[in-house]
């Protein structure tokens, strides 16, 4: 759904820069959040009445409210890209001359995706702390205000089995405040076994009170103090403080509580971002009005709208939750503003990939199948791995893999290296099955991801097998997925050649039962430019590599997060 509010207003203040001494017009067009867009539309007024110009020329601002992830999917569909969970924007949407979203997430997923997209700026303007909302009875009952909490605390309450609360999160694919509650969690729940299982206990928590709206999740939370309400209600879910600050202006029947759980976690920042290809002339009016969002009076709008400085301080007017810090974690300035500012917030592409992507295996249903290359090289030490074989880091990683997967899922598992049943250079361990009935099997088939002495990379005719495989039991409704690993190049002499394989996938591709070819490169010895060659004869997929097979789990999630074009 887009969420597009038109603010109105700017003609009229065009109209008075014409007695400001500028002539002509200059166009300045702006989307931003819709919590944030008044205040800068009341700053853009108000510059326009006192003669905004460049150069003698009047700038004519005109904003508009548009929900973060309809712009990103517009920002998207300019590049040829989608970004996943988002769907299409409509065609009325327009990327604007600047777009202030809600955090620089969506500058950095946007850059991961398009290569061309390099924006520039990206100066917070604003800000808003990640908490957890609760109903105050909720909170009280967990000891708020006085007792001090961290994340590590609310997924130990998700998981009681007496008094659990009900927790949910909208869906962190379209929602910059949901994204950054998932990754907090994720890294309080710790990376041994005993973490893994928390974060998935944790996560499963979170998709039972899921919502794809942000106002869809707010409706779950308690309509009144009762117990049978407030046992049955949503207890707690991650939300910006501006949520809160709004929610509780409507007077509820009952109130939220905002808990700053430690560590906290990135804030949303509002980053100010110039859009590529932008002319010089509005470059330059851009850069006058972000200067005119630095003042007292923009701080002081702000805090009418439930919003803090990019520095966390608050203006004048800011209703200020029980327990909130009189100053939140300062908005870094972006380190390289055509990478979102990554470096300077501490958020990685990569880190938000693999979230995505364990959020993805415990919410989406999918089928697919998992294709390990057993030839001989896969005994070679992992020196950042103790000194494990990249067979068993692979094992490792798979059975991770499958414990994240919900039981929506259906998986089957092959092994390949050359002469493995026959002349052919794959081996079917398990077939495509429901998590439901063959979890189990599905681990123990792990096991035999176990190196052939002398054994080569049948490679290319192994793809080819395991698309067909997938593509000829498609399912309509779920991600039908080939998931191949492997360390090395093609080396089959009497197997297909390059330009026979990709000739017999580009005929099997059927638009009417797409399956996605994700190849996980492991280690340095494979040939990039050949994977591709391959994902790109399909219609959807990609290839992964991890350079130390150690990090092969991060990666594996980095590839599940990108599901794009081949759901039924």
């Known amino acids: 759904m887009a969420i597009i509010v038109v603010l109105t207003g700017s003609y009229f203040g065009y109209q008075q820069l014409t007695d400001k001494g500028c002539t002509g017009q200059i166009p300045l067009t702006v989307a931003a959040a819709p919590e944030i867009a008044p205040a800068i539309e ?39 890209v ?14 604007p001359d600047v777009w202030i979203s809600d955090s620089r997430t969506w500058l950095l997923r946007l850059k991961k995706e398009a290569s061309g997209f390099t924006p520039s700026d990206g100066t917070p303007i604003a800000q808003s702390p990640i908490v957890v909302a609760m109903p105050t009875p909720v909170a009280e009952r967990i000891g708020w205000p006085n007792r001090k909490l961290g994340w590590k605390d609310l997924l130990a309450q998700m998981q009681k089995a007496d008094g659990r609360i009900n927790t949910g999160l909208v869906d962190p694919n379209r ?11 994720g890294a309080s729940a710790g990376t041994d076994a005993k973490g893994l299982q928390a974060k998935v206990a944790g996560l499963r928590a979170l998709a039972l009170g899921s919502s794809a709206l942000r106002d869809d999740l707010l ?44 560590p906290s976690p990135p804030g949303l920042d509002y980053p100010y971002a110039i859009m590529p290809e932008v002319s010089l002339e509005r470059q330059a009016a851009a850069t006058g009005l972000r200067k005119q969002l630095a003042t007292a009076t923009f701080k002081n709008l702000l805090a009418k709208n439930g919003l803090r400085a990019p520095d966390g301080t608050i203006g004048d007017g800011f209703n200020t939750p029980v327990g909130a810090p ?20 501490g958020i990685d592409a990569g880190v938000i990939s693999q979230a995505l992507g364990s959020w993805a295996a415990i919410t989406l249903p999918g089928r697919a199948l998992a294709v ?35 039981d929506k899922w259906a998986v089957g598992v092959w ?21 439901t009935a063959a979890r189990q099997e599905l681990l123990g088939a792990t096991q035999q991801i176990v190196p052939k002495d002398g054994g080569d990379t049948g490679l290319y005719d192994t793809a080819l097998a395991a698309y067909k495989e997938v593509q000829d ?33 580009k005929k099997a591709n059927d638009p009417k039962r797409p399956v996605r070819m994700v190849i996980i490169g492991i280690g340095t010895e494979v040939n990039r430019k050949e994977l591709e060659t391959i994902t790109n004869a399909t219609s959807a997929g990609g290839v992964f590599i991890a350079p130390d097979p150690a990090k092969i789990s991060d990666i594996f999630l980095e590839a599940i997060s990108s599901r794009n074009g081949a759901n039924g």
């Open 42 to 80: 009341a700053t853009a007024q108000q510059w326009m009445t006192t003669g905004a110009n460049v150069n003698g020329t009047c700038v004519a601002v005109s904003v508009t409210g548009v929900n973060p992830a309809t712009m990103a999917a517009a920002v998207a569909r300019e590049h040829g």
């Open 175 to 185: 929602d910059a405040a949901g994204l950054a509650g998932l990754l907090a969690l």
């Open 82 to 95: 989608t970004i996943n969970g988002l769907g299409n924007a409509p065609q009325s949407v327009n990327v």
């Open 415 to 435: 092994v390949f290296s050359t002469e493995m049943d026959g002349k052919r250079p794959y081996r079917e361990v398990v077939p495509i099955s429901p998590l």
């Open 326 to 345: 009189a100053a939140s974690k300062s908005a870094a300035p972006p380190a390289d503003p055509s990478q979102g500012g990554a470096a300077a917030a």
């Open 219 to 262: 409706q779950k939370f308690p309509r009144s103090n009762s117990t049978a309400d407030l046992a049955s209600s949503l207890g707690a879910a991650p939300l910006s403080e501006e949520d809160v600050v709004a929610y509780n202006a409507e007077q509820p029947a009952v109130q939220l509580a905002a808990l700053y759980l430690e």
């Open 473 to 505: 039991d498609w399912q309509d409704g779920r991600i039908n997925s080939v998931l191949l690993f492997t360390d090395g190049e093609n080396d089959n002499p009497d197997g297909l050649k390059l330009p026979q394989l990709v000739d017999a996938l």
């Open 372 to 406: 390990f290359d057993v030839s001989g090289s896969m005994k070679k030490p992992v020196p950042t791995a103790g000194g494990l074989t990249r067979a068993v880091v692979t094992q490792r990683a798979a059975q991770q893999g499958l414990s994240l997967f919900d």
